[in-house]
């Protein structure tokens, strides 16, 4: 059974930092894993990804903030987020899947982050 279980998120003042965990079981092999979020009313929008090999690509938004790694023996990726902003706060979700372009793979069940003084 496929599972992604996602840990981190919470309140934190702007300017601050977290970092997101998003933990894969059940899978056969993985090629991508990423996270994406959703502000309310907003459309779900790419945050980082990175793919087999170590390439990384970030959202336009996060580039410089944000960094995406992974821990290939343990199925996990990372997020730390840094120089928070509340144009931040959203519902961050784990993706992952075999390649590219085998969309749109499998998420976990969202993690909130809010971002407020």
């Known amino acids: 059974q496929v599972q992604l279980v996602e840990s981190g998120g919470g309140l934190v003042q702007p300017g601050g930092s977290l970092r997101l965990s998003c933990a894969a079981s059940g899978f056969f092999s993985i090629g991508v894993m990423g996270w994406y979020r959703q502000a309310p009313g907003k459309q779900r929008d790419l945050v980082a990804r990175?793919?087999?090999?170590?390439?990384?690509q970030y959202g336009d938004s996060v580039k410089g903030r944000f960094t995406i790694s992974r821990d290939g023996a343990k199925n996990t990726v990372y997020l730390q987020m840094n120089s928070l902003t509340s144009e931040d706060t959203a519902v961050y979700y784990c993706?992952?899947?075999?390649?590219?372009?085998?969309?749109?793979?499998?998420w976990g069940q969202g993690t909130q982050v809010t971002v407020s003084s």
């Open positions: 993706n992952a899947r075999r390649s590219l372009s085998d969309w749109p793979g499998y």
């Open positions: 990175i793919i087999s090999g170590g390439t990384t």
